[in-house]
């Protein structure tokens, strides 16, 4: 399968005419390639969308609407090819794309084009002045859009749907990593009728088109999601600019669990939060706190589930785990179980690269539970990414609410516990951008969504992804 960049609704090579691999992680085999752009394409994109703009900006919002309701029609249409596709490119269970990833593409598009004819914006009768003050909400131009690998349709429709709502152009770039659906869309932004230009996509490596992107001096506002690293450096890089800046980073998030709990809910809901897309998910319950009066009992059951977990081929039905997105990237989380033995924590279970019955160079590893003793460790710190969880018991509200807090993430935290009070002083000392109690991952596109500490700046979702993606102005009318 051979990618091309999407510029001015044209497919094109990359200008310098190189290419890179795109691997199937289920059988670790080459399946296609994708165009390694560098600045001269990201320039291309620019004057595309810069052409676009005003024609865009200008569009009713009716018409706006429309055309981004008619994408996300499009993109449930294509459901069974574009969750075939997400599959066969991260290593996902098809199931999994089919039921989560592209459905909440089409949410995405559909949800901001509804929003931005409910987006207002204030005005005050400036009283005794004479005058009236109110507050326009203009596009900023053409933005830029980065986003990661592991949902990548889901994240990418993310940003570029609330940008293009908003009467932004767009240059997105997907991760090298998992470019076939994003290469999709352009296909479907066409059949939308979509004016050419508005919206653009750009192949290639983090380090050169991702850079290129965010150094151009007229791309005025980027919204990231990624690795925290990753954020950072980007931060760096736009600051002299004075860029907007969204950011959405890793996460180390606590998902601490009270005797007093729906049991069976919780058990169940905690498999799903720790291994759900193999773990890659930033939003995962990576560290599981538990109440000492039932630490042995949920040791045991959760151990038990995990165990009987399916690992394999994405394709079938009953798979639970596929394949994890990368060689390096399974390297790496093997890489974290090594720190746990060092650290002397101890392996309840799992902790294996797998390999499976002809997908013998697919990159599958067993959905892992470590026991550790501190917070301090590696594996209590870091963000793996991947199906890798730790466990460790508390005695005291204090006590989970310490360790909870202790690492230099914050982006979610789930609570399981049938105490009200418990659960209104915990929510509001959590640090955490998103605070799930009785559940996880439960979304409302309304609400907003990001992280504090080292998972990000800024928020997206609902109106604050419209307010991200506006400029706001105010104008002061003396009568
Ligand atoms: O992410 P990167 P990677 C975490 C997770 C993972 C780690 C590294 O812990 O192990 O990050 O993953 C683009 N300028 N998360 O290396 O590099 C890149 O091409 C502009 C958490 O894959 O952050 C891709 O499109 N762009 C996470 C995107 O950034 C650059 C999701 C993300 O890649 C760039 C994924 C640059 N200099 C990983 N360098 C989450 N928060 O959900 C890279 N990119």
Redesign the pocket.
Known sequence: MKIQNYINGEFINPLNDQWLDNYNPANGQVYGSIPNSTKADVELAYNSAKNAFNQWSNTTLEERSRILIKISELLESNLEKLAKAESKDNGKPVALAKSVDIPRAASNFRFFANAITQFASESHDSTGQNAINYTLRQPIGIVGC?????LPLYLFTWKIAPALAAGNCVIA?????TPVTAFLLGDICNEAGLPKGVMNIIHG???SA??A??EHPDIKAIS????TS?GA??ARTAAPMFKKLSL???GKNPNIIFGDCDYENMLDTTVRSSFANQGQI?LCGSRILVESSIYEQFKADFVAKVKNLKVGDPSDPNTNLGALVSKP?LE?VLGYIDKAKDENATILSGGNQLSIPNFEGGYYMEPTVIEVSSNDCNINQE?I?GPVVSIMPFDSEEQALSLANSTKYGLSATLWTNNLKRTLRMSKRLEAGIVWVNTWMMRDLRTPFGGMKDSGVGREGGFEALRFFTEPKNICLKY
């Open positions: 980065i986003s990661p690998w592991n770039k997907p991760s090298e990593v490596l983090g380090t991702g850079q992107i965010v990231f999601t990624g690795g990753t450096h980007i959405e980073l890793g930033c990237h790496k963000e990414f």
